[in-house]
């Protein structure tokens, strides 16, 4: 089965700091990665995809197919930054709105 | 555009009735997904409609189906409710399928 791990239910930071959210995936192929956001009263919403290799809101995200992982950067991280973070994975060939989701990180910026 | 909505908003049922969970994806969108939000299970995938056709389906039981109406509208039915069909249940449309998805605010399902 394919699985998407993040290891982190929490991660708190300071303003200013830079945030890691970490992401593996299973390998199998070669699947799309994502990276949803989910800010508080508000619906889910996709923040970036790997194939893009954009930067939105100031967030990054490197896909590592030797390591399998996918993890979510931002070197300064701001009060509005934190939400529920969920990193997905699309499935294999045929299957590639079959999103498989991670558990989920909430981060919590701090003055 | 409107996003995508979902109707009704909170649902609660009683254990043995079945329920129907309706979805309207964003004008376009020819491809539309549920999935179950569970505080253990997570976001766990159901199933995927494109042209009113099933195309992908996730590891839940028959009780779980859905279809997809020529305006690409969607609707989920559980049949023979259990405690724990206890939910979000989330609708998520894209244009052609894929990743990129867009979500509804979900449906909060209560089984009593």
């Known amino acids: 089965a394919q699985r998407v791990t993040q290891p982190e239910k929490l991660l708190s930071v300071f303003k200013g700091a830079p945030v890691e959210l970490k992401c593996n995936y299973s390998y199998s192929g070669s699947p799309e990665l994502f990276w949803y956001v989910q800010y508080s009263r508000q619906r889910l919403q996709l923040l970036l995809r790997h194939i893009s290799r954009e930067s939105i809101k100031g967030f990054t995200a490197d896909l590592n197919k030797g390591e399998t992982s996918f993890h979510l950067k931002k070197p300064f991280a701001q009060e509005e930054d934190s939400a529920m973070y969920y990193c997905a994975r699309g499935g294999d060939t045929g299957t590639a709105s079959k999103l498989t989701f991670g558990t989920g990180t909430r981060l919590q910026v701090t003055l | 555009k409107a996003g995508v909505t979902q109707t009704p908003r909170y649902l609660i049922k009683t254990r043995g009735q079945q329920v129907t969970l309706s979805c309207s994806p964003i004008?376009?969108?020819?491809?539309v997904s549920w999935y179950q939000q569970t505080p253990g299970q997570g976001l766990q995938f159901l199933f995927e409609?494109?042209?009113?056709?099933?195309?992908n389906k996730g590891n839940f039981p028959g009780r779980f189906s859905g279809r997809q109406f020529s305006n690409s509208r969607s609707e989920m039915n559980v049949s023979t409710l259990e405690l724990g069909d206890s939910a979000l249940y989330l609708c998520a449309s894209s244009f052609a399928g894929g990743g990129e998805q867009y979500f509804g605010p979900g449906t909060r399902l209560t089984v009593t």
């Open positions: 409609y494109f042209s009113e056709t099933q195309r």
């Open positions: 004008s376009g969108h020819r491809s």
